[in-house]
């Protein structure tokens, strides 16, 4: 008996092995391929950036005077974007989300411009509309600085008096990151998350954050930078939210310094806050930017 025992332990013991070894073949594989994937940023292409080449018109289109603006990122990519001027000093930097280009935003540019009285600059990031290169987190960042480059020694506004900046949905990671580097009037985040890998675990809650971490290169933590700004805060986020739920809007607002302001933006979901918002959004918005401090 002890003999027909021992041997099936050494079965039992040889399955084991071979499992242990599969599945060690199957985390390597994973890991390979994930930092292959990483490296290549073929996910972070296809699945985080949706970038459109053409412009489907212009503020000009909505009865607007603007400047056709091109620039350089540090790395030399040529970038570009508008600059829609005002009675105001005070200037919109707007980062747009991850999808299409400025030639989209017209409408919501329009109603902006309109309804604040502010001048407004908005870019797209380098592999959108009419800016060259491919696009990337850390080359997003680069272009943000750009802008705001541009904007300090073109336009002849100080960042810190006279300069807030505009961040929705992917653009409020950029705009967290450039609240960080340089000091401004204030920083205004609508329909923002906390970060990608946090969308990710509330979009895959089983899966790993080692397995999404290994696939994806791109991350736009603003939860552990928020932390970091030190311009007044006003936070947007609609409440019907089906792309990015409203509790990562909060999310950051509870991490962040003050002075700082929520807003919520009832029955808006993710692309119509503006429309929806109507009247009080807008005030929400003036009264943000005449005084950012709440004093």
Known sequence: MLGKRGSRSRTVLRVLVRLTRGVALAVALVA????????TNVLDRHFIFFPERDLEGDPGQAGLEFEDVFFTASDGVRLHGWFVPAESRTTLVWFHGNAGNIGHRVDNLSLLHRR???SIFIFDYRGYGRSEGDIS?????LDGQAALNYVRL??????????????RSLG??????????NR???LILESAFSSVRGMAKRV????????????????????SKIRGVEAPLLVLHGDRDDVVPMEQGLELFEAANEPKRFYTIRGAGHNDTYVVGGDEYFQTLR???LDPTGS
Request: no cysteine.
């Open 32 to 39: 390979v391929v994930g930092f292959a994937l990483r490296q």
């Open 116 to 118: 604040t009285g502010l």
């Open 137 to 141: 987190e850390e080359g997003t960042y």
């Open 154 to 167: 073109e336009i002849g506004r100080d960042l810190e008096t006279d300069v807030i900046l505009f961040g």
């Open 172 to 181: 409020a990671g950029v705009a967290v990151e450039m609240a960080v580097r």
């Open 184 to 186: 401004v009037r204030g």
């Open 204 to 223: 895959y809650p089983l899966l790993p954050s080692a397995v999404v971490a290994s696939f994806l290169k791109t991350d736009y933590d603003s939860l």
């Open 287 to 289: 009264e943000f930017v």
